[in-house]
């Protein structure tokens, strides 16, 4: 074969003079090192294209629900630790810097400082599946897993174990009023609350709550999230789930939330609180699809995370035979791209999942 | 081949140190952004800071963690265009669904699940 | 003086093969050099057995199909009860399902696609063998949980997977899901190499317009494979975490929605139904170019609008959901937008009449193929346009005029253009000729069944016979009785089609290297191809300028004249 024969991709690569003798690591079918680096990427690239649209399926399903129940996702979110969420996040940013090093390390031949940098990355991997273990655990205790094992699961209107929904209610409660802004927890509980067919607006606990505002004032403006929400997402889809005001007192919740609009915007209120009551009958039903759409988003993104550690492990395989080398460290830049899309992915979900408002 | 003597030589683009850790300042200081800014209740703006500022750290990593901003401009637009086919897919299955949401009765109005 | 030149050994090449040869299918021996190879043609060959095996078997779904409802017109010999409807809605929905993901939308990309592509570059694999072989076994991973499907209960769900019907059925639903998911990946991954392999290992001298317009099909195919497929794989896997879980997204009984599972599946599949037909659109310019004896007219225009069908095909999903809930705006923008689908299949077809239009067409069995796509396409895709207006659709949906819709497309433009490809490499891939009067005959009974098949489908539907129904009233007897009838014509041309290359394989005469006079690459090496692909280094000009193969009686096939080729590509790069 000539050494003339050029190929040209679009990155013009046509002027490489290779070695008479193919080297080693280029296989047969490419006329360059450099043909054969562009190609692997422009796969991996590729590739990662198709990543992106699978998890956009989730992405989606999110959206969907996220806009058309707002206040479902409030609720459900109190379930979530922004802070293991934001710690996450910081691992596995750092894993990301460790492997765009180790790819340095690799183009400029530095064999120690790319195993060091693989390791790292392999242990960012391994301290983000403990942390996504813990917050697992923690759902776990509380009954949250997705469909038939989760406590708010419904079967023909009636809560399938409503023991357990007591107890995930007073947990979610608990975390949605308490917290920051220092409320005590919601007397929480009673039979009422596991009513599921009283609907909204006869609910006692409206009138309940309307006094709670009269009260402490901090800002517990959670009665009123309905009105809140619709103002806030702007979904026109809201309306469907908001009944009109029916009562004198849903009058009075309307009213108290107004006065209390200005401490909306000052920066010391905590965000708009969901508790348990404040949801209508319908939204109680569909709290369990919170938690399907948090599970399916971070387990296929764990599963993602699982696939890019073995990856590097393998990577740190190689690395440690010597196979790379300043010509040849393909696979370790292509394999840190995945790990970047990975974690790309997560800094989406972060917000999304651990940040609702 | 004289790679072996000339240090910047050799195939792809090789970061800095300096810029790698530039680059994971900023990323840090995105994250601890986007966590403070949900202790100020903006209204319907929060949720969009949140999705800028994930928006711009995803540019962040692309561009320099991923050598995007060196590399052939091609994969930059293969990633554009995923997301673009993206939005379009969220774009028109929220707005449907916006509008018939309406139609769908309560939950316990449908029966039972089966097996 | 050009480098061409300097190393052209101005004698050309285009002779008698000499004995003793080796070619890629002699190569080398055994199963495991079959099992382990990495050579895009034995990949190719091993698709071909896989996916002509799903064929044979979706397609006997399909006659017992047509048998089950040919006997219902005579109740007395066999009446319909509970338990033979239910064996009708697992034969239509195992015949849907296998024919589209384990037939239809691997036929062309990876068998003609897997064994062409890389001859038509003139480069020695794909960019990714590892993955293409990959490609293949996942492939048969995804048939052997179809196998397992068959055994375990079958499925009666359509191959749509429609919720909350999936998600309560007791048939076997994910394994089934997990099946058409693992057969996505192997789309994917074919994708993903053909797209790479055109950007990276185009020859010095092809640049994207000198391209055969096969490879700008694949290409658009490939785009959509990428970037489609990925949501199919993720609606199956919520599938079975709702069959598993039932985590509800899905199922309204739970709160969730399953007009949004439409959307997830029609995102997928509507470009779906272009990776099926961009391909064989591919397939049918070439043989028009090589039939005709001529440059394709309107080269440009026939490349591009591959590239807008892939694109504009993404817009156009809510036209299967007219009906199903979808809100009336979603109905009005997506009703529009499928209207101007028509444009682009249009400016194919017209190009082709033009091609064809004073060239000095030579009636070749893939030829007859390709005149048959052109008529059967222009009723699928016209009926298309029909279905796609809003009013009509509301009537039609569901009915056996659909049915008579997309197999016009799928069977008789995308089915008759994989055969008419299959016949048109047919030497190249195996070295053999075909016996032509058997191969015409088998083409005319297809042509000719398929019509009588479907044809009725359409007055059928219009008068209101619903689809995948096991029972129908008096009135529709004589339809389906002509439909089943023809649908055996049409099975008969299949099998003489399989008898013909069979009986090809075994005492076929030897084929030349260059039987049609194409000028593309493929044709630039021996038939079959070596291990290597190319001997020597193939001559890179206009893909469409055939002048310089001439005729030469004595083989029966075209010899290339490499001084003249250099000449008239002079003369064009003027
Ligand atoms: C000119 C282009 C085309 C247009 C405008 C078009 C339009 C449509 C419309 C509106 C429907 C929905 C009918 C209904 O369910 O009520 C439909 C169904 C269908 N089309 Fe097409 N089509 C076109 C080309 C194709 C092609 C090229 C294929 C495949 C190769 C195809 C395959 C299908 C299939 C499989 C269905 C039925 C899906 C199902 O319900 O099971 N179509 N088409
Ligand atoms: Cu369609």
């Known amino acids: 074969?000539?050494?003339?024969?050029?190929?040209?991709?679009?990155?013009?690569?046509?002027?490489?003079?290779?070695?008479?003798?193919?080297?080693?690591?280029?296989?047969?079918?490419?006329?360059?090192?450099?043909?054969?680096?562009?190609?692997?990427?422009?796969?991996?690239?590729?590739?990662?294209?198709?990543?992106?649209?699978?998890?956009?399926?989730?992405?989606?399903?999110?959206?969907?629900?996220?806009?058309?129940?707002?206040?479902?996702?409030?609720?459900?979110?109190?379930?979530?630790?922004?802070?293991?969420?934001?710690?996450?996040?910081?691992?596995?940013?750092?894993?990301?810097?460790?492997?765009?090093?180790?790819?340095?390390?690799?183009?400029?031949?530095?064999q120690k400082l790319l195993l060091t940098m693989l390791f790292l990355t392999f242990m960012g991997g391994v301290g983000f599946m403990c942390i996504k273990g813990v917050e697992y655990k923690a759902k776990w205790d509380h009954n949250l897993f997705p469909g038939t094992m989760n406590a708010f699961y419904y079967e023909a209107g009636q809560p399938k174990y409503p023991e357990k929904l007591e107890h995930a209610i007073e947990f979610i409660d608990g975390r949605n009023s308490g917290g920051n802004s220092g409320g005590e927890v919601q007397g929480g509980g009673g039979h009422g609350l596991l009513d599921a067919d009283v609907p909204y607006d006869e609910s006692p606990a409206i009138e309940?709550?309307?006094?709670?505002?009269?009260?402490?004032?901090?800002?517990?403006?959670?009665?009123?999230?309905?009105?809140?929400?619709?103002?806030?997402?702007?979904?026109?889809?809201?309306?469907?789930?908001?009944?009109?005001?029916?009562?004198?007192?849903?009058?009075?919740?309307?009213?108290?939330?107004?006065?209390?609009?200005?401490?909306?915007?000052?920066?010391?209120?905590?965000?708009?609180?969901?508790?348990?009551?404040?949801?209508?009958?319908?939204?109680?039903?569909?709290?369990?699809?919170?938690?399907?759409?948090?599970?399916?988003?971070?387990?296929?993104?764990?599963?993602?995370?699982?696939?890019?550690?073995?990856?590097?492990?393998?990577?740190?395989?190689?690395?440690?035979?010597?196979?790379?080398?300043?010509?040849?460290?393909?696979?370790?830049?292509?394999?840190?791209?995945?790990?970047?899309?990975?974690?790309?992915?997560?800094?989406?979900?972060?917000?999304?999942?651990?940040?609702?408002? | 081949m004289n790679a072996h003597t000339n240090d910047d030589h050799g195939i792809g683009h090789v970061s800095p140190i300096w810029m790698l850790l530039g680059v994971f300042a900023l990323l840090i200081f995105f994250t601890v952004m986007t966590v403070a800014v949900t202790y100020i209740d903006l209204g319907p703006a929060n949720i969009w800071i949140a999705l800028g500022v994930a928006v711009i750290k995803a540019t962040l990593v692309g561009l320099y963690f991923m050598h995007l901003r060196y590399d052939s401009p091609f994969n930059s637009l293969i990633l554009v265009c995923a997301f673009l086919f993206l939005a379009l897919f969220i774009g028109i299955a929220l707005m449907d669904t916006g509008e018939y949401q309406q139609n769908i009765g309560p939950p316990d109005t449908v029966r039972p699940v089966a097996g | 003086m050009s480098v061409i030149q300097d190393q052209v050994k101005v004698s050309g090449y285009g002779g008698q093969q000499g004995p003793g040869e080796t070619n890629y299918i002699n190569h080398s021996k055994g199963i495991m050099s079959w099992l382990l190879t990495l050579d895009h043609k034995r990949i190719g060959l091993m698709y071909m057995i896989a996916v002509l095996?799903?064929?044979?078997?979706?397609?006997?779904?399909?006659?017992?199909?047509?048998?089950?409802?040919?006997?219902?017109?005579?109740?007395?010999?066999?009446?319909?009860?509970?338990?033979?409807?239910?064996?009708?809605?697992?034969?239509?929905?195992?015949?849907?399902?296998?024919?589209?993901?384990?037939?239809?939308?691997?036929?062309?990309?990876?068998?003609?696609?897997?064994?062409?592509?890389?001859?038509?570059?003139?480069?020695?694999?794909?960019?990714?063998?590892?993955?293409?072989?990959?490609?293949?076994?996942?492939?048969m991973a995804g048939a052997t949980f179809f196998l397992f499907v068959l055994l375990s209960g079958g499925l009666d769900t359509g191959w749509t997977f429609y919720t909350p019907y999936s998600t309560s059925t007791s048939t076997s639903v994910a394994a089934a899901t997990m099946g058409a998911f693992i057969l996505g990946f192997s789309s994917i991954l074919t994708g993903l190499n053909f797209i790479a392999t055109i950007?990276?290992?185009?020859?010095?001298?092809?640049?994207?317009?000198?391209?055969?317009?096969?490879?700008?099909?694949?290409?658009?195919?490939?785009?959509?494979?990428?970037?489609?497929?990925?949501?199919?794989?993720?609606?199956?896997?919520?599938?079975?975490?709702?069959?598993?879980?039932?985590?509800?997204?899905?199922?309204?009984?739970?709160?969730?929605?399953?007009?949004?599972?439409?959307?997830?599946f029609w995102f997928y599949s509507h470009p779906a139904v272009y990776i099926m037909i961009l391909p064989g659109m591919g397939i049918i310019s070439e043989l028009m170019a090589t039939f005709c004896r001529r440059q394709v007219f309107g080269y440009s225009f026939i490349a591009f609008s591959s590239i807008a069908i892939a694109l504009l095909g993404f817009l156009v999903w809510g036209h299967h959901m007219y009906t199903s809930g979808q809100?009336?705006?979603?109905?009005?923008?997506?009703?529009?937008?499928?209207?101007?689908?028509?444009?682009?299949?249009?400016?194919?077809?017209?190009?082709?009449?033009?091609?064809?239009?004073?060239?000095?067409?030579?009636?070749?069995?893939?030829?007859?193929?390709?005149?048959?796509?052109?008529?059967?396409?222009?009723?699928?895709?016209?009926?298309?346009?029909?279905?796609?207006?809003?009013?009509?659709?509301?009537?039609?949906?569901?009915?056996?005029?659909?049915?008579?819709?997309?197999?016009?497309?799928?069977?008789?433009?995308?089915?008759?253009?994989?055969?008419?490809?299959?016949?048109?490499?047919?030497?190249?891939?195996?070295?053999?000729?075909?016996?032509?009067?058997?191969a015409k005959v088998a083409w005319f009974l297809i042509f000719f069944g398929f019509n009588l098949t479907f044809f009725i489908q359409f007055i059928a539907g219009s008068q209101g016979m619903p689809r995948r129904y096991a029972d129908y009233l008096p009135e529709f007897a004589i339809y389906h009785q002509i439909s089943t009838l023809g649908s055996y014509v049409l099975a008969i041309g299949l099998f003489l089609v399989l008898y013909n290359w069979i009986q090809?394989?075994?005492?076929?005469p030897k084929a030349p290297q260059n039987p049609w006079g194409g000028n593309t690459l493929e044709w630039h090496t021996s038939s079959p191809p070596p291990h290597e692909n190319f001997i020597e280094d193939p001559h890179v000009t206009e893909p469409y300028e055939m002048r310089a193969w001439d005729y030469d009686e004595s083989i029966d096939g075209y010899v290339y004249d490499k001084a003249k080729a250099i000449e008239l590509d002079k003369q064009s790069q003027h």
């Open chain 1, 1 to 110: 074969m000539s050494n003339e024969q050029k190929h040209t991709g679009d990155t013009g690569h046509g002027d490489n003079h290779h070695p008479p003798d193919h080297p080693a690591h280029l296989a047969h079918h490419f006329e360059t090192p450099e043909q054969q680096f562009e190609s692997g990427k422009l796969g991996m690239w590729v590739f990662l294209a198709t990543e992106v649209l699978m998890f956009g399926g989730l992405f989606c399903a999110y959206a969907i629900y996220r806009g058309n129940h707002q206040d479902v996702f409030l609720y459900g979110y109190g379930a979530l630790d922004k802070m293991w969420g934001a710690t996450n996040t910081v691992v596995l940013l750092a894993s990301s810097l460790t492997m765009a090093w180790g790819v340095r390390a690799a183009q400029k031949g530095q």
């Open chain 1, 208 to 357: 309940h709550d309307a006094q709670q505002v009269g009260h402490d004032g901090a800002g517990h403006i959670v009665s009123a999230s309905p009105v809140i929400l619709t103002a806030s997402f702007g979904a026109p889809a809201d309306m469907s789930t908001i009944k009109p005001p029916a009562s004198p007192a849903d009058m009075g919740v309307n009213d108290a939330v107004i006065d209390h609009a200005g401490v909306l915007t000052t920066p010391s209120a905590e965000h708009t609180q969901v508790l348990w009551r404040d949801l209508s009958s319908a939204e109680q039903k569909k709290v369990h699809l919170f938690f399907g759409i948090y599970f399916m988003m971070t387990g296929l993104h764990g599963l993602h995370v699982l696939i890019g550690m073995i990856l590097i492990a393998w990577l740190f395989w190689k690395a440690k035979k010597g196979a790379f080398n300043k010509d040849y460290f393909a696979p370790v830049d292509i394999g840190g791209l995945y790990w970047h899309l990975v974690d790309l992915i997560w800094i989406f979900l972060f917000p999304l999942l651990y940040l609702i408002h």
């Open chain 3, 53 to 139: 095996t799903a064929f044979l078997g979706g397609g006997l779904c399909a006659i017992a199909l047509r048998t089950m409802l040919y006997m219902r017109s005579a109740p007395d010999v066999a009446p319909i009860t509970t338990g033979t409807q239910d064996v009708y809605n697992q034969l239509f929905t195992l015949h849907g399902a296998i024919l589209v993901f384990m037939f239809i939308i691997p036929a062309v990309p990876a068998i003609l696609g897997n064994m062409i592509l890389p001859l038509m570059l003139g480069a020695k694999d794909v960019a990714f063998p590892r993955l293409n072989l990959l490609s293949w076994y996942c492939y």
């Open chain 3, 199 to 264: 950007h990276m290992l185009r020859p010095a001298g092809m640049g994207w317009f000198r391209m055969p317009l096969f490879l700008w099909a694949l290409y658009a195919t490939s785009i959509i494979q990428v970037l489609a497929t990925p949501v199919l794989a993720i609606t199956l896997m919520l599938l079975a975490a709702e069959r598993i879980l039932h985590v509800g997204i899905f199922d309204p009984a739970l709160g969730g929605d399953p007009v949004l599972f439409q959307h997830f």
């Open chain 3, 327 to 438: 809100s009336a705006m979603t109905n009005a923008i997506f009703s529009l937008i499928t209207f101007s689908v028509a444009i682009p299949s249009a400016i194919k077809i017209f190009n082709w009449l033009a091609t064809m239009y004073k060239g000095s067409i030579s009636l070749a069995t893939p030829m007859l193929y390709a005149l048959a796509f052109i008529w059967l396409f222009t009723i699928g895709g016209l009926t298309g346009v029909f279905l796609g207006a809003l009013s009509l659709d509301i009537m039609a949906h569901d009915t056996y005029f659909v049915v008579a819709h997309f197999h016009y497309v799928m069977v008789g433009s995308m089915l008759t253009s994989f055969i008419g490809g299959m016949y048109y490499w047919w030497p190249k891939m195996f070295g053999k000729m075909y016996n032509e009067t058997v």
């Open chain 3, 504 to 508: 090809s394989l075994v005492s076929g």
